[in-house]
Nanobody, 126 residues
Framework: QVTLVETGGGMVQAGGSLRLSCAAS????????MAWFRQAPGKEREFVAA????????YYGDSVKGRFTMSRDNAKNSVYLQMNSLKPEDTAVYYC???????????????????WGQGTQVTVSS
């Protein structure tokens, strides 16, 4: 069992940067695959980035590659999402997610994750 709390959302102009944090409570944090998803109004939940549990390799959605960087700090039970060169189309609620047993082929599927934070709003103005 893990509880996730996201912080760091806000409003920024296009071209700016934001850093999201996700703090996890519970045991065995280092064993979880951790991910970020986002959801804009009227749209499906979209995969942003994930760090796979066994290799700690990072994966990104096509729309954020080269602009966003995900990292994790197991000592602090936290993951981060550094978002640079933000665009208005990045506007969404950003969610942190965790799962202990998903397989790599499911890493971008939101249905594969058991644990979710409450989300944090990111708004990018043009």
């Amino acid at each position: 069992q893990v509880t996730l709390v996201e912080t760091g959302g806000g409003m920024v102009q296009a071209g700016g940067s934001l850093r999201l944090s996700c703090a996890a409570s519970g045991s065995s944090f280092s064993r979880y695959t951790m991910a970020w998803f986002r959801q804009a109004p009227g749209k499906e939940r979209e995969f942003v980035a994930a760090i796979f549990r066994s290799t700690y390799r990072t994966y990104y959605g096509d729309s954020v590659k080269g602009r966003f960087t995900m990292s994790r700090d197991n000592a602090k039970n936290s993951v981060y999402l550094q978002m640079n060169s933000l665009k208005p189309e990045d506007t969404a609620v950003y969610y942190c997610a965790a799962d202990l047993s998903l397989i790599l082929s499911s890493i971008a599927q939101h249905t594969a994750y058991d644990y979710w934070g409450q989300g944090t709003q990111v708004t990018v103005s043009s």
